[in-house]
């Protein structure tokens, strides 16, 4: 459908971003010429991917950027322990192909990412620790040259950005930061067991303090 293509591209672009209500169906009719029938079942549509989240005598709010997320919200997928479950299997798997094919650049990404990590953990804040500590997972990822790991890293990466915000306790446990500097140095150092093994580790340690 046309119309549910343009207020998907709305939603990607960020016109609507995540957890905004949208427009009204007369609103939305009168911007696009068209019927409030032919808004209404483009609202439907996306409704029925997870991408929006129509609540009775409210509106329609944004729920999700992508279809994949939507359907992990929308089946109730995304609970913190089962993304990290998941991002455990994903990044061991990537960390141990990083060991392998990770470039100069991506060793100097990582080791960029860990350095702004720790510089806003030492100034408190939250925001910018939040956003290091995703570029250094996600580095990972990148890192293991695989592009199908990396397209479905990125796939769920409102739920893993949401992971990573959840678990973000300043000051955080010396386990956590310790095992990141340990799985720089594992995929530094070539070894692939240790990169792995490491990563799920590091997962590990962050559940651990989720009970705090």
């Known amino acids: 459908m046309q119309v549910a293509g343009q207020f998907r591209d709305l939603i990607e672009a960020g016109a609507w971003p995540v957890g905004a209500k949208i427009p009204g169906e007369v609103v939305l009719a009168g911007e696009l010429g068209v019927s ?3 808004v209404r079942e483009a609202l439907r549509a996306l409704s029925l991917t997870g991408l929006l989240e129509p609540r ?3 509106g329609t709010y944004v729920r999700a950027t992508n279809e994949i997320t939507g359907v992990l919200v929308r089946d109730e997928l995304s609970a913190l ?4 479950d998941t991002r455990a299997g994903l990044e061991a798997a990537s960390a141990r192909l990083a060991a ?8 100097s990404g990582l080791a960029a990412a860990l350095h702004t990590r720790s510089v806003a953990h030492d100034a408190g804040d939250r925001p910018g620790y939040v956003a290091a500590d995703l570029a250094f997972h996600r580095g990972v990822v990148r890192a293991s040259g695989n592009p ?3 397209r479905l890293y990125d796939a769920v990466a409102e739920v893993v ?4 915000e959840d678990t973000a306790f300043l000051p955080e446990d010396p386990r956590v930061r310790d095992s990141h500097d340990r799985l720089l140095r594992a995929i530094r150092d070539g070894d692939r067991d240790g990169a792995a093994a490491t990563s799920y ?5 962050v559940k651990s303090t989720i009970a705090r």
């Open 81 to 84: 322990t089962t993304v990290l």
């Open 100 to 107: 392998a094919h990770a470039t100069p650049a991506d060793l």
């Open 36 to 38: 409030r029938g032919t």
């Open 56 to 58: 009775v005598g409210d």
């Open 148 to 150: 199908l790991l990396l």
């Open 201 to 205: 580790r590091l997962i590990e340690s």
């Open 161 to 164: 950005t949401r992971s990573i």
